[in-house]
């Protein structure tokens, strides 16, 4: 009797564990990635180990895609040299990594022209409200799946330089 109390238990246990949602956290142990390069013209974003290539993803950019961001609001994904300077974990679009746009340089060019130069530039996934997104949507931002956004957050580390390209 105790016995079969056990095994029912433990069936039990089993049969709860499998209903459960899958998490979106994953792990990698491949090769570092050492750096990413975007190409907005392509819309690709590659993670590269040194020079050789790890992942290639397609991206979606900000509405307003061509040309440089230049202030707040203007729909545009920044040009230049950047690294991952955060991670968030709880992003309303699933997960998310932080670019350290604006740079000092982005700061100077949007107060010599009265701007503010905007922020909380992102990678990131579409989160529940963008499934059905077409075409470029993001604010500035970088978007791909949300189940490409867990490799990628598994994979990239706060540190690594992203290379963004017209």
């Not at 994953?26 to 590659?46: C, F, L, Q, S």
């Not at 895609?65 to 690294?83: A, I, L, M, N, S």
């Not at 996934?125 to 970088?142: L, V």
Request: aromatic share 8%; with cysteine; net charge positive.
């Amino acid at each position: 009797m105790k016995l079969i109390r056990v095994v029912i238990l433990a069936v039990l246990a089993v049969g709860l564990a499998a209903c459960g949602e899958r998490s979106k956290f994953r792990t990698y142990d491949g090769p570092e990635v050492t750096h990413i390069n975007v190409h907005k013209a392509e819309r690709r974003m590659d993670l590269m180990h040194h020079d050789k290539l790890l992942k290639r993803y397609r991206v979606d950019l900000g509405r307003n895609p061509v040309g440089q961001k230049k202030r707040e609001g203007d729909g545009r994904t920044p040009e230049g040299v950047y690294f991952i300077d955060r991670r968030n974990p709880n992003s309303a679009f699933h997960l998310s990594l932080g670019i350290s746009y604006p740079d000092p340089s982005d700061q100077l060019r949007a107060k010599e022209a009265g701007d503010n130069p905007g922020g909380d530039i992102f990678i990131h996934g579409r989160g529940p409200r963008f499934q059905d997104a077409n075409g470029d949507w993001t604010e500035g931002c970088i978007a791909v799946s949300d189940r490409e956004m867990e490799d990628i957050y598994a994979m990239v580390r706060v540190g690594t330089p992203i290379y963004i390209t017209p």
